[in-house]
């Protein structure tokens, strides 16, 4: 990773009164990790975020930004480590945009996404820090990723073609040779399409080894970690069978994973999905695996959720949501609260969309929520999956 070396005097944040500005060089202390991967120090009232610090730290900072009310930076020079800080395996850490932790120990990744779910569920959706439950691991904190996009760049300086991800700290591409945290196989295809790398610049390529026994089109979702998926079926099969329900909605069901894991816990289910090829495989996935006790629809989950809903006794259905990043529409949300289905689950990658919809959810008392299990799909990075139970009151 390469560090800032303008040789600035540093100002001490004790000492620090006046205004800073873009090019101070700072001394801080770091006290926290906020969500999505930056090391948070103070310069009096001023917050200052730097990538790559980590809580307990003594750095260097030399300041890129300054608004009113924070700061952002980079490491200039590492005064006192952390006890947890580790070498980063990658050698491209720092430069690529898609890892924030591999400096950190991976247990220490752990407890500090618990913590960064947590605040968030406090300051967005105004929930008790307690409902979270430590985070269930990754078996393999490396070597773990199923599924990667690549691009291709036109380097002018250089007269050549970058080929790799997004870096850190621009929109250009760092270009690289493998990666740390996708599987062995991936990089090997990673290989073979950098000797026939595309013809030109601004050029996207999935790569992604598909999941065994499953029918996935090439543009379908599917959870990209298959070291993780069986603690995340277990974890929304516990919570299904503690609630008692018969009935399962699957909204934005994809090619069938979890309404097909899940079949044999409920008397009947209904997946719903915009995308039509995916309901096409989740069809072929039922055949194949026996699932006998459900049907596909294909058609906006958010417009077809009244009817589908309609054909159901709420009090005995559980709907589970697994939406996109963005979370769901607020019209979805208030008929789920009109409905009153005895529960959802809701499993996000996201935790902020996913505060902000549970508390929409929860007003006024209309649900309660049970718990929050954290899963750690993707190790040494920023992300974390959730599975939020909520019962209707």
């Known amino acids: ?71 952002r930076g980079v490491l200039a020079h590492l005064v006192t480590p952390s006890p947890e800080r580790v070498e980063p395996l990658c050698r491209y850490f720092g430069e690529c945009g898609g890892c924030q932790y591999q400096h950190l120990e991976y247990s220490a990744q752990l407890r500090w996404k618990q913590k960064q779910v947590a605040d968030l569920f406090q300051r967005v959706g105004g929930f008790s820090a307690a409902l979270v439950q430590p985070v269930i691991p990754c078996p393999q904190p490396y070597g773990y990723r199923n599924r990667i996009l690549v691009r291709s760049q036109w380097n002018k300086p250089a007269q050549k073609l970058d080929l790799g991800f997004v870096r850190a700290d621009c929109g250009y591409v760092c270009d690289l040779e493998s990666c740390a945290i996708a599987e062995p196989g991936l990089n090997a295809a990673l290989t073979q399409w950098r000797q026939n790398p595309p013809p030109k610049g601004g050029i996207k390529t999935l790569l992604r080894i598909p999941p065994e026994g499953w029918e996935v089109p090439e543009h379908s979702f599917f959870q990209n970690n298959f070291f993780v998926l069986p603690a995340l079926v277990g974890a929304v099969r516990e919570r299904l069978r503690s609630a008692g329900t018969r009935h399962l909605l699957d909204a934005y069901c994809g090619v069938g994973f979890f309404s097909i894991e899940l079949a044999d816990a409920v008397d009947s289910f209904i997946g719903v ?121």
């Open 1 to 71: 990773m390469t560090l800032a070396s303008d040789a600035v005097p540093a100002v001490s944040d004790a000492k620090r009164t006046t205004a800073v500005q873009v090019g101070d060089r700072l001394s801080l202390t770091i006290h926290d990790l906020a969500f999505g991967g930056e090391g948070v120090g103070r310069v009096d009232e001023l917050v200052v975020f730097v990538p790559y610090t980590l809580p307990g730290e003594v750095v260097e900072v030399k300041l890129t930004e300054v608004k009113k009310s924070f700061a």
């Open 273 to 393: 999905e915009l995308d039509a090829p995916a309901i096409r495989a989740a069809r072929v996935n039922q055949v194949k695996r026996g699932a006998a006790n459900g049907s596909y629809v294909a058609g906006d989950a958010d417009a077809l959720l009244p009817s589908l809903l309609a054909k159901l006794d709420p009090l005995r259905t559980t709907v589970l949501l697994d939406p996109p990043r963005v979370g769901c529409r607020p019209p979805s949300l208030e008929v789920l609260r009109q409905t009153g289905p005895a529960q959802i689950l809701y499993v996000s990658c996201h935790p902020a969309t996913l505060a902000r919809d549970l508390k929409a959810l929860c007003a006024d008392g209309r649900y309660r929520l049970e718990q929050v299990q954290p899963l750690d799909m993707f190790p040494q990075t920023q992300h974390v999956e959730c599975i939020a139970d909520l019962r209707l009151v």
